[in-house]
T-cell receptor, first 115, second 111 residues
Framework: NAGVTQTPKFRILKIGQSMTLQCAQDMNHNYMYWYRQDPGMGLKLIYYSVGAGITDKGEVPNGYNVSRSTTEDFPLRLELAAPSQTSVYFC??????????????FGPGTRLTVL | EDQVTQSPEALRLQEGESSSLNCSYTVSGLRGLFWYRQDPGKGPEFLFTLYSAGEEKEKERLKATLTKKESFLHITAPKPEDSATYLCAVQGRGSQGNLIFGKGTKLSVKP
């Protein structure tokens, strides 16, 4: 089991460029999440998905888009990169949303810098 | 509004010096309190889930406890390899699984 994998590990973007952060899990988890972590701050939820074809906004969704066409993959799209999107992005997954087996497992992260 | 506050922000211990990390929370209908460990440049690593007041869980030198307002992560006789940032998160009623995280406690254990 590879768990949750993310690519790329690092990326530098220019203002206005677009990119897709990739996330995949091989644990057959229903729920997947995208968080961002800024220095000295707690992780903030960007988007989440409760299953293939179903996504919803989290606390900080502006400037991002997601899709979930398969159980395994949950890419995050940045359309017009802004310096405020400089952050470390973590993808996570869990088998359940609430109750037993609701613990989330995180990927290694993507460090994004927008200049 | 669901909220998590962790203290202290940073903690320096000598090897073998036991201590506790605090996580105070406000949540509408607790559905789980989670502890994670995060090493520099890595993703959070799951440690424990606690579901109800009075519950305790242990793993090696770590023991997590839960009351109706806070959780403690007790570290007994820490070793340098326990150095990391420890994150606390809560999940409330009505959430679809998303967690509210605290800012973390950075633990340094000196030999």
């Amino acid at each position: 089991n590879a768990g949750v994998t993310q690519t790329p590990k690092f990326r530098i973007l220019k203002i206005g460029q677009s990119m897709t952060l990739q996330c995949a899990q091989d644990m057959n988890h229903n729920y997947m999440y995208w968080y961002r972590q800024d220095p000295g701050m707690g992780l903030k939820l960007i988007y989440y998905s409760v299953g293939a074809g179903i996504t919803d906004k989290g606390e900080v969704p502006n400037g991002y888009n997601v899709s979930r066409s398969t159980t395994e993959d949950f890419p995050l799209r940045l359309e017009l990169a802004a310096p405020s999107q400089t952050s470390v992005y973590f993808c996570a997954s869990s088998y359940q949303g609430q109750g037993v087996n609701n613990e989330q497992f995180f990927g290694p992260g993507t460090r994004l810098t927008v200049l | 509004e669901d909220q998590v506050t962790q203290s202290p922000e940073a903690l320096r211990l000598q090897e073998g010096e036991s201590s506790s990390l605090n996580c105070s929370y406000t949540v509408s209908g607790l559905r789980g309190l989670f502890w994670y460990r995060q090493d520099p440049g890595k993703g959070p690593e799951f440690l424990f889930t606690l579901y109800s007041a009075g519950e305790e869980k242990e793993k090696e030198r770590l023991k997590a406890t839960l009351t109706k307002k806070e959780s403690f992560l007790h570290i007994t006789a820490p070793k340098p390899e326990d150095s990391a940032t420890y994150l606390c998160a809560v999940q409330g009623r009505g959430s679809q699984g998303n967690l509210i995280f605290g800012k973390g406690t950075k633990l340094s254990v000196k030999p």
